[in-house]
């Protein structure tokens, strides 16, 4: 339950009582459309890219402080949350960690370096007096065998270029090769420090790790022990070669986690369970996108949503490979969906009321760069449509948090088989 005594302390009134309006607004919306939190019964568990939260480095913000009693009061619906685009400074992350109050914890990454990594951090928030962490969590790197290929490149070299080896390494000259060694032939190294030398002109492939790295944490909610991993993929673009690393960035990971289950299957009589969550940016379910998750087995809820603001993309996904009989969604009518808030809070017609918020007042008054009416003053109609499409989804998201209901009591069933095993 958050907590909202800074409120009462504000002393501009009006956005005070606009605030309570809202959360009230949604509290009951939340109510209507998420099940309720049980003890023992049911896990809440749900993914929620929450939009560059929050560095502000486009320009359509700062977020109002009414934002962070919003997010806070999503979020303490549900029990476990993965958000993606948390950003370098966690202030604002604490900040919604303090409205969340003292029983609430959460694990994030660093940031990934580098332009496809945005500088964002992976990041799960829970309930600790219903989720245990069970002090194992790391990032994912892809082994050399499964990194995501990417373009030929050429290798500029003088006539004769030396690259040292060390330890037991194999080279596979490609076809074409101008090296003094055969078409195909593999070229075994012993151990120790060794030289070969390329020809100049030489292509190979660039091999790439995850534009920005998946985070595998493990938990357990009652009897319901399992591996956690959130991810934000890469999108590029909507075809071609960028649209292509996305596919092989969703489908290197779920053939990582795939194996890793299969190696622990092996270890382990028992197994253990995966849980594969966050912003695939998946375009729909016949997509190649969607595609390359099922393909190493994982198992979707039966009802696919489009989980974006706009209603157009299925970008965000919860996929499960667990062992038998322990993937049971929970017993509600509704146990699984979309939460949409612009319902509730910055709704289309509370424009007029934001006007004078945004603090941007070139984007919000005039056409921003890149577009056919560059420069030129917004009309009315086209000032809200900037209010609608952008300004807002920078106060809460542009994507809406994607849930499911669980069941994570399964005493009778352990019972039972135990009964059975004594006769």
């Not at 939009?51 to 806070?72: C, Q, T, W």
């Not at 760069?369 to 542009?398: F, H, I, P, V």
Request: with cysteine; hydrophobic share 35%; net charge positive.
């Amino acid at each position: 339950m958050p907590f909202y005594k800074n409120l009462r302390k504000q002393e501009n009134r009006l956005f005070a009582g606009r605030a309570i309006e809202r959360l009230l607004a949604l509290r009951k919306q939340l109510k209507k459309d998420i099940p309720a939190r049980t003890l023992r019964d049911t896990l809440l568990l749900a993914t929620w890219n929450i939009r560059d939260f929050d560095s502000n480095k486009f320009g359509h913000g700062p977020r109002l402080d009414e934002a962070f009693y919003y997010i806070a009061e999503i979020i303490a619906s549900f029990d476990l949350v993965a958000v993606q685009e948390v950003t370098t400074d966690l202030g604002p992350l604490k900040r919604v960690m303090s409205i969340l109050g003292p029983n609430w914890e959460y694990i994030a990454t660093d940031v990934t370096e580098g332009p496809g990594g945005n500088e964002e951090r992976l990041t799960f928030v829970y309930d600790r007096r219903k989720i245990l962490f069970r002090n194992i969590a790391g990032e994912i790197v892809l082994p050399l065998s499964q990194t995501i290929g990417g373009e030929e490149v050429d290798i500029k070299l003088p006539e004769s270029h030396s690259i040292e080896f060390t330890g037991k390494t194999e080279l596979k000259l490609p076809d074409g090769s101008t090296a003094a060694v055969k078409k195909g032939q593999k070229l075994v190294l012993p151990e120790g420090a060794h030289v070969v030398h390329l020809p100049e002109g030489q292509k190979v492939a660039r091999y790439r790790q995850f534009a920005r790295t998946p985070f595998l944490v493990a938990f357990q909610a009652g009897w319901f022990k399992f591996n956690l991993c959130t991810v934000h993929l890469y999108y590029g673009a909507g075809s071609g070669a960028k649209y292509d690393r996305r596919v092989k960035e969703i489908a290197a990971i779920s053939k990582f986690l795939a194996d890793r289950a299969k190696e622990v299957r092996k270890r382990e009589k028992t197994g253990e369970n995966f849980i594969l969550l966050g912003d695939f940016n998946i375009v729909g379910p016949e997509d190649e996108t969607m595609k390359a998750l099922k393909k190493n087995r994982f198992t979707l809820p039966e009802k696919l949503y489009k989980s974006n603001v706009s209603e157009s993309m299925y970008y965000d996904q919860i996929a499960f490979m667990v062992k038998r009989g322990e993937l049971q969604m929970g017993p509600s009518k509704k146990n699984s969906g979309v939460f949409r808030f612009f319902d509730s809070v910055y709704r289309d017609d509370d424009y007029p009321i934001y006007h004078d918020s945004i603090a941007n007042t070139d984007l919000r008054d005039y056409h921003e760069k890149g577009t056919k009416k560059a420069g030129q003053l917004r009309s009315r109609s086209e000032k809200k449509a900037y209010y609608c499409n952008k300004w807002r989804t920078w106060q809460m998201s542009d994507h809406c948090p994607l849930w499911v209901e669980l069941k994570i009591d399964f005493s009778n069933q352990y019972l039972n088989r135990i009964h059975k095993e004594l006769n």
